[in-house]
């Protein structure tokens, strides 16, 4: 099978493209892909190839949680072209809450996951997101300090970074080698006033982590293989709160609770990822929300069970451009537990 892209000049490309349109370019003989505004070569090469396109996600996943003082080893899966949400079943070893998380091209973790509610641990839980099944737990995988409710922001698929949670070290997790360093990666760490209510979001050169009353930067070397980080005090609280947390996106921008604390979020500020700016407000698709579980994805995300007053499987559908989001229905929500808030996203191409 021959796929034909149809040809242009660098000086005839289409006028008025739409994102994510592919051309091929007749003077460069290489294909094209317009995004943010701009036309980038399409290549294997991460150096050529925009971030949004490295790794292009089709499916998201809500990792544990809990419900009325029960944490759950459960995992859904969401399939972003059909918004249908799926019980897989108890695919943890342990289950988790008031936790985070990380996941690399095809495996999932979920930190301080020890069966007790509210978790406080080391203990790092996986699941494959190739074959959908139990991916072992602690040893190397384990963080070197004792957490609960911390924050992780990622680089890539590389690197995860976990922070406060009671804690002012951060650990670091290596996602390729599925080990976590012993030692610390940073030049200049987080510090935290021991905060056990956190979140973050991340972006391709930057994680952003906070608490109930501080905001951190993650500023993350441009070369995929340097772990190490610089953190400094960012000087913006990027939530209102630990407990409203954090969507992250491809487009340069992320998100979190703009009012609220572990319910009581109605809009969502905007953060540009490069420049550090709030860019207003949104109003968020479901009011009243808090202790969410995000995922992420290419033009939209999804929100996979939250807390309310109470820990439901309401969920959302949210478009990053146009800031346009709606509640989900039946089919689309998360099943085989009866509500789960405070656990974590996690995504697969």
């Excluded at 400094?232 to 009012?259: L, P």
Aim: charged share 15%; proline share 2%; net charge negative.
């Amino acid at each position: 099978m021959s796929i034909k892209h149809r040809g242009y000049a660098t000086g005839t490309r289409p006028a008025s493209p739409v994102e994510g349109q592919v051309i091929f370019n007749t003077d460069k003989n290489i294909l094209e892909v317009y995004t943010d505004s701009f036309w980038y070569p399409v290549s294997d090469n991460r150096e050529f190839n925009p971030y949004k396109y490295r790794t292009i996600i089709t499916t998201g996943y809500a990792v544990g949680g809990y419900k009325s003082g029960t944490p759950w080893k459960n995992v859904n899966r969401m399939m972003h072209h059909t918004d249908t949400c799926t019980n897989l079943g108890d695919l943890l070893s342990y289950a988790g809450s008031y936790t985070t998380g990380s996941c690399s091209l095809t495996k999932a973790w979920l930190y301080s996951s020890d069966n007790s509610h509210p978790g406080y641990s080391a203990q790092t839980v996986a699941f494959s997101m190739a074959t959908e099944t139990n991916a072992s737990y602690g040893g190397t995988m384990n963080m070197q300090t004792g957490r609960g409710d911390a924050g992780s922001s990622f680089k890539e698929h590389y690197f995860a970074y976990i922070a406060s949670g009671g804690s002012n070290y951060t650990d670091t997790h290596n996602l390729t080698t599925e080990t976590m360093y012993t030692s610390s990666q940073y030049t200049n760490g987080f510090t935290w006033n021991n905060s056990d209510s956190s979140s973050a979001f991340s972006g391709e050169t930057k994680g952003f982590h906070w608490d109930d009353s501080w905001g951190r930067c993650a500023i993350f070397d441009t070369d995929t293989s340097i772990v190490t980080f610089d953190a400094r005090n960012s000087g913006q609280h990027w939530a209102a709160h630990g407990q409203q947390k954090g969507i992250n996106s491809k487009i340069g921008r992320g998100y979190c609770g703009n009012e609220g604390s572990y319910s009581g979020g109605y809009n969502l500020r905007r953060w540009d990822y490069y420049t550090e700016t709030h860019n207003g407000t949104v109003s968020k698709p479901i009011g009243n929300c808090g202790e969410e579980n995000f995922d992420m994805g290419q033009d939209w995300q999804y929100m996979i069970s939250m807390y309310d007053g109470l820990q439901n499987n309401r969920g959302w559908k949210y478009y990053y451009h146009t800031d346009v989001g709606w509640e989900l229905g039946s089919g689309s929500l998360r099943t085989g537990i009866p509500g789960a808030s405070s656990g974590h996203g996690a995504w697969k191409g």
